[in-house]
DNA sequence: ACCTGAACACCGTTCAAGT
DNA sequence: ACCTGAACACCGTTCAAGT
């Protein structure tokens, strides 16, 4: 039942945003009475850090990947961290609101993503946040696209263009 | 008493968000009826696009700066919008969810940026998004950071030292 | 443990009426 | 032209009551 909440959940987001994601809107499209969620998935705060575990936590699966080259797997988890953000623009700007944003997941994924900068780079933390912002305000960019699916895969071909080249200018400075 | 509107507006906004701003509110915080709002800015889409205008039209003034190296002023704008973005966080976020999002002054600025980039690189609009998609995701990162005047002022110089390490990878490209 | 209806304190916005 | 009160159709959440 949590499940099938959660998937309404996003669906709700993804198509009306934050204000198509009402408590009673919810409850209403699974023929329930709205009171019946808190006991799935507490309030809508609670609702919103569940689905944030559930759309980013699998950026994180199996990361220690095939190559063991540190820039590889650098990328291979941006590529995945874009692509989740992009995925639910709406749910990242809804995250992005509270205050003690991205408190979960996402602080794994930065970790791991500072340990891997660490050894490509002297400046582990200035392009930690370089590579994180780039990837939020592109996939948020993706907002403006949606329902668009042309528009979509383009935008996400152009990530990985523009990632290439911040990686590139990365590898020229010195270690 | 349309400008007293729009202070009030901001400041309902920084301070509590896309929740802190509501109609009703802003109309007690001016002593006056929700309902007379409607004269002066609209409805709530009106009050937003009001606020944008104000806040990002700041960013285009003088353009045309001190210097004519169109290096150099690709940063002052950039710095600039970076600055507008992070000064208000929270109606960047709401500029963000509008389906048409940015479509007055930011058409502006971004057709700004890639007319200059265009005399300093071969591929313009990879590196305009790159460039405003970093500005982005690093002014709403301001967000965690909102009543910690010291983070503030950190986050707003590290902006300045990726810009330029991002700017060092362009120009490092032949054109 | 899970679901419910009724209620409370909110929203944005429209409308008809006032000056 | 500007302001108003009342009303409508919504919100999230609490509470007391049911199974």
């Known amino acids: 039942m949590r499940e099938a909440v959660l ?3 996003i669906r709700l987001l993804d198509e009306g945003g934050a204000n198509g994601l009402t408590m009673r809107a919810l409850a209403s499209s699974l ?5 019946s969620l808190y006991h799935h998935v507490g ?22 990947a095939a190559s063991p080259d540190p820039l590889v797997q650098i990328k291979t988890l941006l590529l995945r961290y874009h692509a989740a953000v ?13 205050a003690d944003a991205f408190a979960g997941v996402v602080k794994l994924i930065t970790d791991r993503l500072t340990m891997l ?3 490509v780079t002297a400046e582990p933390i200035l392009w930690r946040d370089i590579l994180v912002d780039h990837a939020h305000g592109s996939g948020l960019a993706l907002i403006s696209a949606w329902g668009n699916q042309e528009r979509a895969v383009l935008l996400q071909e152009q990530y990985q263009l523009a990632l290439e080249r ?4 990365l ?5």
């Open 7 to 9: 998937d309404a959940a």
């Open 31 to 35: 023929n329930v009475t709205p009171m």
């Open 43 to 64: 309030d809508r705060a609670g609702l919103l850090r569940a689905l944030a575990e559930r759309v980013y936590g699998e950026v994180l699966l199996d990361a220690s």
């Open 86 to 98: 992009s995925r639910h623009p709406q749910l990242t700007l809804e995250i992005f609101s509270e």
């Open 117 to 119: 900068l660490d050894r």
């Open 166 to 169: 911040l990686l590139a200018g």
């Open 171 to 175: 590898a020229a400075e010195e270690k």
